[in-house]
């Protein structure tokens, strides 16, 4: 942390001495100089978004990681660039209900989030997109004890990387990618690789149902030769469980769980988990003494998936 640096007497004693105006700067001393021996010794640096920080090395290839900013930054420098945002490749994040899920770092992030990024960035003329080198996939393994637990964080999501750069951004079809992924998982699995398995959607951080008479509770399967079994006690879903072909009907409060099944080999997902809740009306206030006569409101249109966004 810079804070160190400015309190550290010989990082403030080298700051004078070389005529820096900052921690920044200073930093930017570190890294240039660093690179000039590495490239005396036939070697170039690679260095995250931070190094962007007091101004960049001559020679350094950036790793955009917080965001895309920082890659933008460094191609209009003219600089080298590598994309690997955490919003889209960060494959130590969760791509299922984390209660379902080995522990993992934190965030969220789906098989078809990973597919939709274009490495790209629009905000790039033609000749500063050429320094985009690619993109990377980053799986930070401090929360995985194991080698299968890796490969559950990877796959499938790798294999969206790939296509992510190398397919035309025009040509990609999500939908096309699902079906083909098929082959893939047929692939893994003479490969003994520990993947993870698609469960059904919807699924995001706050996936629950509240009711008054029933509700309808709609799932699908992104993924081709697959079916849903489900359950309304709370109990784990088998392949002996009803077999999801419409909207659910609940009319007491439980949890729903249903799990993607595999039709060619049994095999099923991670199972989807929804408390399901049945509400009242809150009573109607009564004796209410009114400052003034008539009512007043105020009317706002829009379409909200959550309360908190109404705000």
């Known amino acids: 942390p810079k804070t160190r640096w400015e309190e550290c ?8 001495k070389e005529g820096l105006k900052n921690a920044h700067e200073l930093q930017s001393y570190f890294v240039t100089r660093m ?28 790793m955009s990681w917080r965001g895309e900013a920082g890659g933008i930054e460094a191609a209009k420098q003219r600089h080298d660039v590598i994309m ?18 080995p522990l993992a770092i934190g965030g969220y992030l789906p098989l ?6 274009h490495p ?62 098929e082959n893939h998982y047929k692939r893994l699995d003479l490969l003994n690789v520990n993947y993870f398995y698609e469960v059904p959607m919807p699924w995001s951080a706050t996936v629950k149902a509240g009711f008054l008479e029933s509700a309808e ?3 699908s399967t992104p993924l081709a030769n697959s079916e849903i079994r489900y359950t309304l006690d709370g109990s784990e879903p088998s392949l002996t ?3 999801y072909s419409g909207p659910v009907k609940v009319t007491e409060t439980g949890i729903l769980k249903a799990v993607t099944v595999k ?31 008539g009512l007043s409101y105020s009317y706002y249109e829009g379409f909200f998936r959550s309360v908190k966004q109404m705000e």
């Open 9 to 16: 007497p010989n990082c403030q004693a080298r700051i004078k």
């Open 35 to 62: 690179e000039k021996f590495l490239n005396e010794h036939g070697r170039q640096i690679i260095g995250w978004d931070e190094i962007l920080e007091g101004g960049l090395a001559p020679g350094a290839t950036v």
């Open 84 to 101: 690997t945002p955490n919003s889209h490749l960060y494959f130590d994040y969760y791509q299922a209900d984390p209660k379902g899920q």
């Open 112 to 117: 078809e989030k990973v597919y939709s990024y």
């Open 120 to 181: 790209v960035p629009d905000a790039l003329t033609e000749e500063e997109a050429k320094h985009i080198l690619g993109a990377q996939g980053n799986l930070w393994t401090e929360y995985m004890k194991t080698s299968e637990q890796v490969e559950y964080m990877a796959y499938p999501r790798a294999i969206a990387l790939s296509e992510v750069v190398w397919t035309p951004r025009g040509q990609k079809d999500y939908s096309d990618f699902l079906r083909r992924l």
């Open 217 to 219: 509770i709609t799932l």
């Open 241 to 243: 469980s009803p077999l």
């Open 263 to 293: 039709k060619t080999t049994g095999e099923s997902s991670d199972a989807l988990e929804i408390p399901v809740t049945r509400v009242a009306y809150i009573e109607p206030a009564e004796n209410v003494n009114a400052g003034k006569a």
